[in-house]
T-cell receptor, first 111, second 115 residues
Framework: AQSVTQLGSHVSVSEGALVLLRCNYSSSVPPYLFWYVQYPNQGLQLLLKYTSAATLVKGINGFEAEFKKSETSFHLTKPSAHMSDAAEYFCAVRDDYKLSFGAGTTVTVRA | EAGVAQSPRYKIIEKRQSVAFWCNPISGHATLYWYQQILGQGPKLLIQFQNNGVVDDSQLPKDRFSAERLKGVDSTLKIQPAKLEDSAVYLC?????????????FGPGTRLTVL
């Protein structure tokens, strides 16, 4: 079964600083990878997804992720953090029609 | 376009009681999912429907959990009897189909507290 591992359960950044959230996958075949965001007391919202069309994927709210097969990684970045980016972020892999999620990374943004 | 609707948003019950959650997916979405999200963890799939048929229920604790999707639209998830470890957020999601690139859209969830 495919799985993802998110490195770091909590990330704290200053407003305007780079946001970097790490995700590594385990897969023997090309994976379908996703990043979701969850704001407090809300459901998950899709940020972006990798479907093998391009290795650099741009998503909503200024986020992007780069698929690196050699590193089995799909890290999420945003050049400049906003206070509104404070949320929990989940990396997920689609495996046999199911989504398997990582444990999540909570982002806090300091003014 | 309306999103995935869930009710209730919050529920508090005592252990050994029963509880039911309701989900209305996005119109036209054939696939419906129920996830359990325990505090501090990522969502875990409980059951997946394609129209009104079950695709995968391998992680559903069938001795106490049940789910149905009559007429291939709305769905209910029931727990009977509830245990303390069932305290979690129950998320419903839907997608157009079973394709690996089909986006799953999530509802706001039902937060269950078992005392």
């Amino acid at each position: 079964a495919q799985s993802v591992t998110q490195l770091g359960s909590h990330v704290s950044v200053s407003e305007g600083a780079l946001v970097l959230l790490r995700c590594n996958y385990s897969s023997s075949v090309p994976p379908y990878l996703f990043w979701y965001v969850q704001y407090p007391n809300q459901g998950l919202q899709l940020l972006l997804k990798y479907t093998s069309a391009a290795t650099l994927v741009k998503g909503i709210n200024g986020f992007e992720a780069e698929f690196k097969k050699s590193e089995t990684s799909f890290h999420l970045t945003k050049p400049s953090a906003h206070m509104s980016d404070a949320a929990e972020y989940f990396c997920a892999v689609r495996d046999d029609y199911k989504l398997s999620f990582g444990a999540g990374t909570t982002v806090t943004v300091r003014a | 376009e309306a999103g995935v609707a869930q009710s209730p948003r919050y529920k508090i019950i005592e252990k050994r009681q029963s509880v039911a959650f309701w989900c209305n997916p996005i119109s036209g979405h054939a696939t419906l999912y129920w996830y359990q999200q325990i505090l501090g963890q990522g969502p875990k799939l409980l059951i997946q429907f394609q129209n009104n048929g079950v695709v995968d229920d391998s992680q559903l604790p069938k001795d106490r959990f049940s789910a149905e999707r009559l007429k291939g639209v709305d769905s209910t998830l029931k727990i009977q009897p509830a245990k303390l470890e069932d305290s979690a957020v129950y998320l419903c999601a839907s997608s157009l189909g079973l394709g690996n690139t089909d986006t799953q859209y999530f509802g706001p969830g039902t937060r269950l507290t078992v005392l």
